[in-house]
Every structure is written in structure tokens, then in C-alpha cells.
């Protein structure tokens, strides 16, 4: 075991990865010898070369389009969205490409080889333009998987089973919490599975349910109402696509009540998906309505950034709230 950073332990994978077959490559803007604007692939060109960790010009659209030439010709490309903000130039090449390929080839071919890498989430200071979620938008698209880790384990052996998973799959990384978030991670080549939830803390009152970097932020209202004498079960939701209902309903048939919490906006958010899909399985068990704390509906605003950011705080009320109704 060694103490590593969210960051590491993402440098981390993908070392691994890269050593255990000569067909995975690294890229993005920057990713080369500078290491990335947060350094997730720093010492991957000195280790591995030009050839396998290299820069690519600033154009999103190319470099998945390029990710899916490298992935149909039977490598794991791993290509690197600068910020989850700008990977909408790209939507096309992800949703229309990526997502299809497989389907529209009839499992002729396909990019399964494709992992795309992006920080996501507020609470840095970075404006409109370097705070976005935008995991709701892929979420409606079959054909991808969505992870989003919480903490260094978790992203190492998530990010290991992405590359290697048969299927292109997106992978959000909580940039809020790259360096914040430090623990205990084997060194050596593990995997987590994908599309399974994590029970993070059991509970019989009131069941919290977020992901990434949200998770804290359940767990840490989780210890506020319990002094309320109030028994939190937390969950880490940890694939979008696809998510783990059966692990999310079965608890909310225990406790009967449901705060699910994002950073990206109300309207048309994956906590909706969440909502709509617990509703009709667990609808007699509810003891009250299900609850979404969630950012606003506005642009992510650099001056009210406080305001905007879904801490703790809301969380907790929500969970009043929903013990109170």
C-alpha cells in the first residue's frame, strides 16, 4: 500500500496500464512531457516515449475522433479532455461515433479500446468555463459507460477497469478533490467493478445518495445529523452508465426516504434519472417525497461561487426536511 493523492493514483493506473501492454496510449492538450494542466500524466513520455504519451493540438473534435481510429484498430486509446467544459466540441464524435460504433457495425467492429478522461465540478475558483457537470448530457446516450470516483482507490481501480472494459467509456474525474483526497491505495494492478454502487456507510433512517466529489459532502451531513440522532445510510453512486438500481432500491426500501445530491444543475440533471426510476420501484415504501439537492439553474458563477456550491449544509437541510415531513 503507499498514501497517494486522487491525482496519483490516476497517474498511477495509467503507468500500470501502459506497462501491462504496449497498445495503450496516453493523449491530450498538454499531456505530453508537461504532464497535463493538473500533471495526471507526468512521467509518462520520459517512461514510455513520445510515440505512446504525446500532445495533440487544441481540438476536441480531433482528438476523439482520433481516439476512435486508434480504438477500432484494436488499442486502448486513453485520450484527456482538458476540462469536462470543453468536451462539447467533441459531443458529436462521443454520442454519434463512439457510443454507435459497435451497434451500427453489428459487432463487426467497434471502440471498446476507448477511455476518455476528463476533470469535472466546481469549487476551484474557475468561472463558468471550468466548472461544469456534464455528466446528465452522456448519460442518455446507450452505447457509453460513466464513472465518476470519489476518492484514490477508487479512481485507480476504476480507471484500470475502464481501459481494459470492452466498451468506450467516459471517465469523470473530480478535479475539486484532486489533491484534497489522499489515501491508502495498493501499488500494485487492481480492478473495481464498473457499473456497481458502493454502500459507503449503512443507515436506517434516511438513505444519501451522490457521486464524485459530492460524496463528501453527503457523508459529512450524514455526521451532523447524526448527532440529531439521525441514522444516515450513504451510498456512492459511482456509475452513471450504467447505474446500480438494485444496490440504490434496496436501500430505500429499508430506510423509505431518498436525498440525492449533485453539483450539476436541477433541471435535467442524473439525479431526475435517479428520482423517477427509485419512485416506481420503491413508491409503497416512501415515507416521504424523494429529494434532489442540486446546483442551480444558471450559468456556474464565478462571484457566487459559495452560493451556488452544493456543501453540507443543503444537504443537511434536505435531510431535515425529509425526517420532518
Excluded at 467497434?110 to 456534464?134: D, E, K, W
Excluded at 429499508?254 to 431526475?272: D, N, Y
Amino acid at each position: 500500500m503507499a498514501k497517494m493523492n486522487l491525482l496519483q493514483a490516476i497517474n498511477n493506473a495509467l503507468d500500470i496500464a501502459m506497462a501491462s501492454s504496449d497498445k495503450v496510449y496516453s493523449f491530450g492538450e498538454d499531456t505530453g512531457a508537461f504532464g497535463g494542466v493538473f500533471r495526471a500524466t507526468s512521467g509518462l513520455t520520459e517512461k514510455y516515449g513520445r510515440h505512446r504519451n504525446f500532445n495533440t493540438p487544441l481540438v476536441e473534435q480531433g482528438i476523439i475522433g482520433f481516439a476512435n481510429g486508434l480504438a477500432s484498430q484494436g488499442s486502448y486509446a486513453v485520450a484527456e479532455i482538458q476540462f469536462g467544459d470543453y468536451i462539447f466540441p467533441a459531443f458529436d464524435q462521443i454520442v454519434n461515433e463512439a457510443a454507435k460504433f459497435r451497434y451500427r457495425s453489428g459487432n463487426e467492429f467497434n471502440v471498446g479500446g476507448l477511455t476518455i478522461r476528463t476533470p469535472y465540478g466546481g469549487g476551484i475558483a474557475g468561472g463558468h468555463y471550468h466548472s461544469q457537470s456534464p455528466e446528465a448530457y452522456f448519460a442518455h446516450t446507450p452505447g457509453l459507460k460513466i464513472v465518476m470516483p470519489r476518492n484514490p482507490y477508487m479512481a485507480k481501480g476504476l480507471l484500470l477497469s475502464a481501459i481494459f472494459d470492452p466498451n468506450p467509456v467516459l471517465f469523470m474525474e473530480p478535479k475539486r478533490v484532486y489533491r484534497a483526497s489522499v489515501g491508502e491505495v495498493p501499488e500494485e494492478d487492481y480492478r473495481l467493478e464498473l457499473g456497481k454502487a458502493d454502500v459507503v456507510k449503512e443507515g436506517k433512517d434516511i438513505t444519501l445518495l451522490a457521486w464524485g466529489a459530492q460524496v463528501e459532502m453527503a457523508e459529512k451531513a450524514a455526521e451532523m445529523a447524526a448527532q440529531d440522532g439521525i441514522d444516515c445510510e450513504v451510498i456512492d453512486l459511482v456509475s452513471l452508465l450504467p447505474w446500480d438500481v438494485d444496490t440504490v432500491a434496496a436501500s430505500v426500501r429499508k430506510t423509505g426516504r431518498l436525498v440525492i445530491t449533485q453539483e450539476a444543475p436541477l433541471t435535467g440533471g442524473f439525479a431526475s434519472e435517479v428520482a423517477a426510476t427509485i419512485q416506481d420501484q420503491c413508491f409503497l415504501y416512501l415515507e416521504s417525497p424523494i429529494a434532489r439537492v442540486c446546483g442551480l439553474d444558471t450559468p456556474y458563477p464565478l462571484s457566487h461561487e459559495k452560493e451556488y456550491f452544493v456543501d453540507h449544509l443543503k444537504v443537511y437541510e434536505a435531510i431535515k426536511a425529509s425526517m420532518t415531513y
